[in-house]
């Protein structure tokens, strides 16, 4: 429930892993639109904001995707000490633009960029902070809106656990009468993408790469067929999705994969 | 009838007087498409234009409306929305049709205090199309592209000079103090009779059946194998239903401050497409399937309307059409019906001939 002052202020920390720390500058930026926010919490760490840290906090946001195994270890920490755990950005969420690399041998690319050195590094599959740890809440987006970072956290602190939007871009898009992509002949992820960022992206001009993840139950089939209607091949489809979507697109094969085996 | 005419040239001063006593909107144009927007004048006003992404019903349900401000301690409840005396230029008569069933739906039972107050407040002006609009329209087959109630005014452009029927005290206020709008003369209506008798050529029928059949089809086809079909195309986007005229499901919040002192309760636009829309407690979806939302949407547009409000549901403005990129489009979707109940068969209901008639 919301900390009345007779109440301790909720003390929260931010953490980031493999990310741009975009999502936490979001945050500062929201935060000046909503100095309120910082009379109920009281912030004790934040990388990018104070120099202050703490091992004791009751609300976490993790930035960034888990990439190394010794993330792990530090990533169940957090989950230890925090009682809710928040995934911030599309980096925690959905493993982010990091993912993109799980669709080739991963020693390829780490010998791409490391060279001669790859041995020094040692790296995984980037995966969402959900593959390792129990997550409350995910604030989607990369980076995230600001303003849903604050309807979500005064949800927190209300006791709520306010879901994420789970209707796909379109319904935001139509209501701002843009205009569509497709109409231009470009391509957009609109139709299975989470809204919740007022269709920024069409706005302008530009088609949804997908950034908030899909919905729930989108139609891929039905997708796939519009977008090889729309000139894609199967290779420029699975392109299109790797942006922000390796991850989901990938794990949805594999059960699909398992789905279909027992027919045969 | 009641007709006023007015020279053409004249228009922008009318706009223009309009425009310092009203908020005025109508269609503009905005990157290739047609919007109804506010006016600061008659330039970008399009009256000659196809058809606008949102219907003018957003005038009516704002996509997004506070309706109540309130104090949690119970100090303060007050109704939000104080709506601007609007007049609404160029509505298609399609849109008119719409607005008389929204008239039915937000007054029966409990009259919807929100609804009511923006419906006070606007002044529809729409305009009589003379050829159709676009490739998906078929107001035709559904009763819709022409008009005799349900407006203020009705504009027809008869070349030189636009004829307006006055359809109510609030329309005809309009002309109050403007020299250049004239009473009709027999001359006038002879035109106005002929444009409004010979422009049927431009708007073909394509339905493969009639309109007062649209329910019993319906009705005899919801277990009809095409709902899967659909099912399996639909991307359940949502793109359909926010367009659409007759389309009035909406969703209600309540947003809180942070200190749970003040709070605003909000209604917006809701989708029977979209995942969650019949999602109940406990996590059941009684319509999961996109089949089944696909079905609910067409028995909506063509026989559930008609069995709570005595008005088919769909205007046939073919907006859904144009938003779909699945191309499911209702023309489509009714004529496969109708070929797979052999529709010729069905027995009318008596209430669409009566309405449809009237
Ligand atoms: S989600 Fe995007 S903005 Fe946020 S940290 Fe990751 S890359 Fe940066
Ligand atoms: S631009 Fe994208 S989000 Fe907008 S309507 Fe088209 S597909 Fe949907
Ligand atoms: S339009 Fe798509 S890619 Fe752009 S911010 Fe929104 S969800 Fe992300
Ligand atoms: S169902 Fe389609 S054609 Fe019918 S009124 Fe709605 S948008 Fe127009
Ligand atoms: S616009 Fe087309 S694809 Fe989208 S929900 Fe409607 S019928 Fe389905």
Known sequence: ??????????????????????????????????????????????????????????????????TRASDEMRLRTIRDTASVVVALGACAHLGGINAIRNKQELDDVRHYVYD?????????APR????????????????????????????????????????????ECKLKENVCVYQRGEIC???ITRAGCDAVCPMYGAGCEGCRGMITNPNMDAFYTVLREHGLSQAEVETKLTLFLTNQTMSMSREEAVHVEPTH | MNFKIMPKSAFADWVDRLIGSYRVVGPKRKHGQYVFDELRGVEGLELHYPTSVLPPKKYLVPQKEVLLNYHLDGSRLEIASKPEPTVILGIHTCDIHALKLFDRIFSQGF?????????DSVILVSIECLEMCGPNAYCRDMGTASATEGFDLHMIDLGDVYAFNIGSQKGADLFKGFRQAFDAIDTD??????????????????????????????????????????????????????????????DVTDEVDLLMEEGQRVRRWDSCQIHEFAMVAGGHNFRERLALRQRHR??????????????????????????????????????????RQQCSELEPFASVVAEVAA
Not at chain 2, 111 to 119: G, K, W
Not at chain 2, 313 to 327: D, E, H
Request: hydrophobic share 40%.
């Open chain 1, 1 to 66: 429930m919301i900390p009345k002052k007779q109440k301790a202020k909720p003390r929260v920390a931010f953490f980031d892993f493999t990310s741009c720390e975009g999502c936490q500058l979001t945050v500062i930026d929201a935060l000046q639109y909503h100095p309120e926010l910082l009379d109920v919490i009281d912030i004790v760490e934040f990388r990018e904001a104070s120099s202050d840290s703490s091992d004791v906090y009751d609300i976490a946001f993790i930035e960034g995707s888990c």
């Open chain 1, 116 to 124: 001669g050195k790859a041995d020094w590094f040692a790296t995984y």
């Open chain 1, 189 to 191: 992820l609109g139709p």
């Open chain 2, 189 to 250: 209506v002879d035109q106005i009779n002929h444009v409004l008798a010979t422009k049927w050529d431009n708007f073909p029928y394509r339905l493969d059946f009639d309109v007062h059949e649209m329910p019993a089809l319906l009705h005899e086809s919801f277990n009809s194998t095409l709902w899967d079909e659909l099912g399996q195309k639909c991307l359940a986007c949502g793109s359909c239903t926010q367009v659409c005229p007759t389309c009035y499901c909406f």
């Open chain 2, 111 to 119: 009259t919807d205090q929100h609804y009511q107050a923006h419906r």
């Open chain 2, 298 to 339: 067409f028995m909506r547009k063509g026989k559930y309307q008609m069995d709570a409000y005595n008005m088919v549901g769909c205007v046939g403005c073919g907006r859904c059409a144009s938003a779909c990129l699945a191309g499911i489009t209702p023309i489509d979707v009714m004529n496969e019906l109708c070929a």
């Open chain 1, 128 to 171: 969402a902070i959900s593959k390792v740890i129990e997550v409350d809440l995910v604030v989607p987006g990369c980076p995230i809106s600001g303003a849903e970072f604050v309807r979500l956290v005064k949800g927190l602190l209300q006791g709520r656990m306010l879901e994420p939007i789970d209707y796909p871009l379109c319904i």
